[in-house]
């Protein structure tokens, strides 16, 4: 276990209006969803907004930029989506190895929503977003004090309250990782309240 997640100074604040001097960046290769994200961050405040529609942009761009915050849709930059987010936990130096990170998608079987979660990403959110859900994930990332996970299996946050092993009938993410590529949804979506169970962290009783 690391030290405490490190954030950065600008995400500290506790109202919307710091995201005017919070770096961004989004990488969503489909036009109209950057648009849409985009729209609802300056409303937001956001004014510091760095856009990728490729994973090749958004490469670049972290080599050089620091970041803040990272929203993510994997499944719209190609079959390497998925590994951005653990390459960036892996490979990068801070600040951006710990950047908070919001995977955003439009299909959500339970083994997407899992696949996010294993690639080291703070939360994952439905599409088609609504800005409340996305305000609500963004101060709940300023607020809370997550440890840093850094181990064979697994890089970024912790989720757990307590050191009890993974809830009943569940695979431990610390043992196995899933397949980056995905194929075909073969089980129905899930809700958002049905990810945040799977995402959010939980109290777990001993």
Aim: with cysteine; aromatic share 4%.
């Amino acid at each position: 276990m690391k030290s405490e997640l490190a954030l950065s100074s600008h995400l500290r604040a506790t109202s919307p209006a710091i995201l005017e001097k919070t770096s961004i960046l989004i990488v969503d290769g489909d036009a109209m969803s950057m648009t849409i994200l985009c729209q609802i961050l300056a409303g937001f405040g956001a004014r510091n907004l760095h856009k990728c529609p490729t994973l090749a942009q958004a490469e670049r761009l972290t080599d050089r930029t620091e970041i803040d915050l990272l929203i993510i849709d994997p499944a719209s930059v190609g079959p390497r989506g998925y590994d951005f987010v653990p390459q960036l936990r892996r490979a990068s130096r801070p600040p951006n190895r710990f950047v908070q990170t919001v995977i955003v998608t439009g299909h959500t079987p339970r083994s997407r929503v899992q696949a996010a979660r294993d690639a080291g990403a703070n939360f994952v959110i439905l599409k088609p977003i609504a800005p409340a859900i996305l305000l609500s994930r963004i101060m709940w990332m300023v607020r809370e004090k997550r440890g840093f996970v850094d181990s064979n299996t697994y890089v970024g946050p912790d989720r757990r309250f307590k050191v009890a092993g993974p809830p009943a009938g569940t695979v431990g993410r610390r043992s196995t990782d899933l397949a980056s590529e995905l194929g075909l949804a073969t089980d129905p979506n899930l809700g958002q309240l049905d990810i945040d169970a799977i995402v959010k962290p939980q109290k777990v009783g001993l």
